[in-house]
């Protein structure tokens, strides 16, 4: 099952603010911590103290909480990969490690007597992730997420990330990727502060439209918003959102049919298997309201990328089926236009694969 997280930096920010945060986020449906000690330069005994409240009130709210590490951190608090009481005492749930050890250290690790998760850092491909299976890890307490970028144009590009990605999946791991926030003023671990997203495409993107271009690539399992804090616009318009699959939002037009308005919102939809280069096809309502007289009123004479038609019933037995277009293109004057994808949202169109599902919900204004 997908989650949606958050990141939380402790030394960044006061006790107070984390802890109405994190109360926030879970009320929007976030269920996943990134904590980071990478940037905390405290002693041992204050990062106990500091880590151990917060993170006791988070699994309170029933938060699964990931620590950020690397060996330095190990060296500087005197950690040893062999006993990881530490992460145990400050009541974390698992240890990312944004540097690696060689291989045989990791593997070790993810049989720690405390069930605790190894994350490795996914944002190169090499085969650093081979090296640790080869040394027999257990495969249920090794997990993989990748970076965020702080530094404009210094992300990731897609078919890198998908590359990366695919070598966790290949072995079936739970992934996890970062989405920024476009609240003013947010901040992370790092002093730059232009974003963090994984993905370069979303630094400037709405919140929400990262997130469902990770839904819809299909191979990320947890999402996490990686700077503080996110605006409650920003939360309102994850609440509720489904993790299962890509929620499109659309802006219909207002003279819309009882039954074109449940055919658009009400129902699952899938692309068909036989895909065109023209426009995605949802077929199933088609056959759901046939007999019904889908009467011809809005048929623009230009159909666009991201318009969604209801084909009428002057289409004969394609009467009814629901389709979103994928280029500007003539109408035949038989298609209904009953309405349109955000137009941020249009490119996610290009991810949609052959019998993937799909839904619609009106834009929140």
């Known amino acids: ?59 309170e709210l029933g938060y699964e909480i990931i620590v950020d590490v690397a060996p330095r951190i190990f060296k500087d608090l005197e ?73 404009g144009y210094s992300g990731l590009n897609l078919e890198f990330f998908k590359k990366c990605t695919q070598r966790f999946k290949a072995y079936g791991l739970r992934t996890a990727a970062f989405v920024t926030s476009q ?9 730059v502060t232009q974003g963090l997203p994984t993905l370069e495409m979303h630094r400037n993107l709405p ?54 308005r449940a055919i658009v919102l009400d129902e699952l939809h899938f692309s068909r298997g036989d895909q065109s280069d023209y426009f995605i096809r949802s077929t199933q309502s088609r056959v759901k309201y046939k007999g019904h007289e889908f009467k011809l009123h809005h ?19 394609y009467a009814g089926e629901l389709q979103i277009a994928l280029r500007d293109m003539p109408n035949s004057g038989m298609s209904n236009v009953v309405g349109s994808i955000s137009s941020d949202e249009c490119f996610i169109l290009d991810a949609i694969k052959p019998w993937q599902k799909f839904k619609f919900r009106e834009a929140i204004v």
């Not at 405390?114 to 640790?132: A, F, R």
């Not at 230009?302 to 019933?313: F, Q, T, W």
């Open 183 to 191: 609240n003013q003023n947010t901040f992370g671990p790092w002093p």
């Open 79 to 151: 950690i040893s990969y062999q006993d990881l009481s530490f992460f145990k005492e400050i009541e974390a749930d698992g240890l990312r490690l944004d540097v690696g050890f060689t291989g045989a250290e990791e593997a070790m690790m993810t049989y720690n007597q405390y069930g605790l998760k190894i994350e490795i850092n996914m944002s190169n491909n090499v085969h650093t992730l081979d090296t640790i299976m080869d040394y027999q890890p257990n495969p249920y307490c090794l997990q993989g997420c990748h970076n965020f970028y702080p530094h």
């Open 299 to 317: 048929a623009p004479s230009l159909i666009r990328r991201g318009d969604i038609i209801i084909e009428s019933s002057l289409y004969g037995h």
């Open 207 to 260: 919140m929400h439209v990262q997130i469902k271009h990770l839904l819809a690539l299909g191979e990320i399992d947890d999402i996490l918003i990686s700077n503080c804090y996110p605006s409650s616009e920003e939360l309102k318009q994850v609440q509720g959102l489904d993790l299962s699959l890509v929620t499109f939002d659309v802006q219909l037009i207002e003279d819309l049919s009882t039954v074109e």
């Open 1 to 59: 099952m997908r989650q949606l997280g958050i990141s939380i930096y402790p030394d960044k920010s006061s006790k107070e603010d984390i802890m109405t945060y994190l109360a926030d986020a879970r009320k929007a449906g976030c269920s996943r911590i990134f904590s980071c000690l990478l940037s905390v330069n405290k002693s041992k005994e204050e990062i106990v103290q500091e880590f151990k409240e917060i993170n006791h009130y988070a699994n």
